[in-house]
């Protein structure tokens, strides 16, 4: 039971638009910054996303990251088969003293 | 392009210990604090120890590993270390070592991510 709650899947098109959600409360995401993670299939995670909306050098502005109150949001557009991956979201619990990730999501590219 | 490398898995019966290594390259290791994470086979991230820069003043642990995991640093070796006691057949998985940027945890973020290696708790 993560703290942060993700939907375990997803699917589009190539081409088309996703978005996934990471909702938390105001111990976490109200209260911190949002990290956004790709794992690849029998790969260690990559940052996509950091401080809820900054992308790293290297990753393409089809990838955008977004938060509102206690929720934040991944963005993925023009999808591609290589975008296929798990999605973590991650940020810094005051309550806890602790790291939280979201229980991840499967990004399927029909 | 930094890079880090763990090291150090591997089969240990339930109660044995092992130590994990995480050798870092290409970034100012020393001014750098460091997380371990893992992730069980099939499941999703776990968070599970910190170690802040240079004087290592601040660690954190994870409440399922406090007490049984030691995170430490050697600055001269460009290391970081992950000893891990009491081990159970949960503690299973991969272990990662990724770099924190960001002058506290409320406000950062892991941007270099090792390739991970494989603890086997199991008789």
């Known amino acids: 039971q993560s703290v942060l709650t993700q939907p375990p899947s997803v699917s589009a098109a190539p081409g088309q638009k996703v978005t996934i959600s990471c909702s938390g409360s105001?111990?976490?995401?109200?209260?911190?910054?949002v990290s956004w993670y790709q794992q690849l299939p029998g790969t260690g995670p990559k940052l996509l996303i950091y401080d809820n909306t900054k992308r790293p050098s290297g990753i393409p502005d089809r990838f955008s990251g977004s938060k509102s109150g206690t929720s934040a949001t991944l963005g993925i557009t023009g999808l591609q088969t290589g975008d296929e991956a798990d999605y973590y979201c991650e940020t810094w619990d005051s309550s806890l003293s602790a790291v939280v990730f979201g229980g991840g999501t499967k990004l399927t590219v029909l | 392009e930094g890079q880090l490398v763990e090291s150090g898995g591997g089969l240990v019966q339930p109660g044995g210990s092992l130590r994990l290594s995480c050798v870092a390259s290409?970034?100012?290791?020393?001014?750098?604090?460091i997380n371990w994470v893992r992730q069980a086979p099939g499941k999703g991230l776990e968070w599970l120890s910190y170690?802040?820069?240079?004087?290592?003043?601040?660690?954190y642990y994870a409440e399922s590993v406090k007490g049984r995991f030691t995170v430490s640093r050697d600055n001269a070796k460009n290391s970081v270390y992950l000893q891990m006691n009491s081990l159970r057949a949960e503690d299973s998985g991969v272990y990662y070592c990724a770099r924190v940027r960001g002058p506290t945890l409320l406000v950062a973020y892991f941007d270099y991510w090792g390739q991970g290696t494989l603890v086997t708790v199991s008789s």
């Open positions: 290409g970034f100012a290791f020393s001014s750098s604090s």
């Open positions: 170690i802040s820069d240079s004087n290592s003043d601040t660690i």
């Open positions: 105001s111990s976490n995401i109200g209260n911190s910054y």
